[in-house]
């Protein structure tokens, strides 16, 4: 079942030179782990909120974010709060700035239980419980009394998924949930959200600049840039095989931990900001691929790739590519 | 030929909590060291105590075959210490002067470390500028008119205008997008084979370190824990705390399962 369906979704604020999201397409179905990959200003956030009916303030928006088939475009507050309360959830990047530093856990775990499900003081208190241990903390009633300050980063963490799963959601969108953290803190934290996602048989879309990330951990992986999906493949073929040059371009700039060292391809220049547009492709002005009077003519549509079921690319050379040859995998 | 740094059994303490204990190391000309381990390992503390910004507790620093004291008093002590070692921070949105252009703050670098010629310095500022793959554009801009990446390589250019023998990388890179990431890991290979500047890498990011580094120094608590030639480090690591973080590092086939039950055991 489609839990979350974005169709065709543009974002325009006053001021800036091209849409935040410009046409985004995107799904994820129960039981689903998918990635949305891509560097700062892409719009792999903006795309995130949506699915919570959180879209920036004057913005003009277009196109439809369904979730379980109703959509939040223009929805009214109370089909929002209802989204909000008990279909889908966020995890944020930081829990230090994601939970009141002046108030307990128990309090930020009880209180929305409380307001929005009516719940008494004990009733809210039994499900923190609950769900501190469900997070695997280590000493749930002990953590009800503490404050922020008092816990590590990672476990911090767990408190913000515990607070994600309050209202028993079927959509769980984390947002950069690991990049505050060490990398065996980020592995814990995932096995965690992997458990839950598999028992709960939550769908969760997973936000990360981190490529390697999201192919080790995701069944399906989109890729954006400059507002737009410019891939879209299962895990293994996005890194296996990359056929948008951007996607190219971000392996090609990470340094691998195995196998032979050669000299990093970093892509040319910089992401493109808010205040820069082009006619064409986004990608053109950095594309070591890009064809005068093709790639800067109008925006690539993301369509299928000839010859590669169940993957597209927005890119009109993609078929006339050279094949990249393959990254080892370290097994 | 003698080691650009010499680094013999740095100690700090904060009142009764350890932050580094016996961290001991030497760095060649041209050498690169990558200093590993997670928040509280005390990487920071000792790139910290590196630049003077802490003072340890005991051990020796000696840069160039001269003991950096822990009194910098006067001006040509002051541009000694500047000259031994620089530090490039890992937030670039505070580390350059929000008021002036790059082109002025690399200016004032210059003239202060006795480049009196005017013509000359702007000829170093482009140079400089060139070799982090910023030009006249940046040069005129204020900080807050550069992306983060374009204002890391300036802190980075800002450094390398001093000539430090030593240029130390308090996780200098871990804020940048990964395209932009590569970009200044490729200029760090650079000075370092081109100007002979010895490099103190401070990440979390093993790939990274491997990319930068000949050798690292893995860190626990304060303590190191190994210290090898990098390929070594990660074809066969000695260490059970190593291992973890290299099989922390995502990658096909990851289970991140087996690395939660491995850190509760441990």
Redesign the interface.
């Known amino acids: 079942m489609t839990l979350l369906s974005v169709e065709g979704l543009t974002v325009e604020l006053p001021g800036s030179a091209r849409p935040v999201l410009d046409a985004v397409d995107l799904s994820v179905a129960a039981g689903e782990v998918v990635g949305l990959v891509g560097e700062s200003g892409s719009g792999k956030s903006v795309t995130a909120r949506s699915a919570l009916g959180l879209l920036p303030a004057k913005a003009r928006v277009t196109g439809r974010v369904l979730v379980e088939g109703k959509d939040l475009v223009g929805a009214d507050a109370a089909h929002l709060r209802e989204v909000r309360t008990g279909v889908a959830s966020m995890v944020f990047q930081d829990p230090r700035a994601g939970i009141n530093p002046v108030r307990r856990i128990g309090d930020f775990l009880t209180e929305p239980l409380r307001l929005t499900k009516g719940w008494s003081k004990r009733q809210a208190e039994a499900r923190a419980l609950e769900l501190l241990a469900a997070v695997g903390l280590p000493d749930p009633p002990r953590h009800l009394r503490q404050y922020p300050h008092q816990l590590s980063g990672g476990m911090l963490q767990r408190v913000m998924i515990a607070g994600a799963l309050a209202g028993e959601p079927r959509l769980l969108l984390c947002d950069e949930p690991t990049t505050a953290l060490d990398v065996s803190t980020q592995a814990e934290i995932l096995a965690l959200l992997g458990g839950l996602q598999r028992e709960r048989g939550l769908g969760l879309l997973l936000i990360t600049h981190d490529i390697e990330l999201a192919a080790a951990s995701c069944d399906r992986v989109y890729v954006m840039y400059a507002g737009r999906i410019v891939e879209e493949a299962s895990a293994g073929e996005l890194f296996g095989s990359p056929r948008h040059p951007y996607t190219r371009g971000l392996l090609g700039s990470t340094p691998p931990l195995t196998g032979p060292l050669e000299r990093l391809r970093p892509v040319p220049g910089a992401p493109m900001s808010l205040a820069e547009s082009a006619p064409g492709c986004a990608f053109a002005a950095r594309c070591d691929f890009a064809e005068p009077g093709r790639c800067d003519q109008s925006p690539p549509r993301l369509l299928p790739v000839p010859g590669a079921a169940d993957r597209s690319a927005a890119c009109v050379r993609v078929a006339e590519l050279p094949p990249v040859v393959a990254t080892e995998v370290r097994s | 030929m003698t080691a650009l740094l010499e680094v013999t059994d740095l100690r700090k303490t904060y009142g009764g909590t350890t932050a580094v204990d016996g961290v001991s190391f030497t760095l060649p000309p041209g050498g690169a060291l990558g200093l590993v381990g ?2 509280g390992s005390g990487k920071t503390t000792t790139a910290r105590m590196l630049v003077g910004l802490e003072r340890p507790d005991s051990g020796s620093i000696t840069v160039l075959g001269q003991p950096l004291g822990a009194q910098v008093r006067g001006r040509a002590a002051r541009l000694a210490r500047a000259k031994a070692i620089q530090i490039v921070f890992q937030d670039p949105y505070l580390s350059l002067d929000a008021r002036l252009t790059i082109g002025a703050t690399l200016d004032g670098v210059l003239r202060l470390h006795g480049q009196g010629d005017r013509v000359a310095r702007a000829a170093r500022i482009r140079e400089l500028l060139g070799q982090v793959g910023l030009g006249d554009r940046e040069a005129a801009a204020l900080p807050r008119h550069l ?4 204002r890391q390589r300036a802190a980075i250019a800002r450094a390398l205008a001093v000539e430090p023998a030593v240029l130390v990388l308090d996780e200098a890179v871990s804020a940048l ?7 200044v ?2 200029v760090l ?1 650079d000075i370092r084979r081109e100007a002979g500047i010895g490099l103190v890498f401070v990440s ?5 370190v ?2 930068v580094c000949d050798e690292a120094l893995v860190l626990l608590r304060g303590r190191p824990v190994e210290h090898r030639p990098m390929e070594e480090l ?1 074809d066969n690591p000695d260490h059970d705390y190593t291992r ?11 289970d ?2 087996s ?2 039950r491995r ?1 509760r055991a441990a």
């Open positions: 997670e928040s992306s983060g990446g374009q997008d990964v395209s932009v990431q590569a970009q890991l490729n290979t979390h990011d093993l790939a990274v491997r990319y990660l973890l973080l290299l099989d922390s590092v995502p990658h096909p086939g990851w991140p399962e690395i939660a850190r």
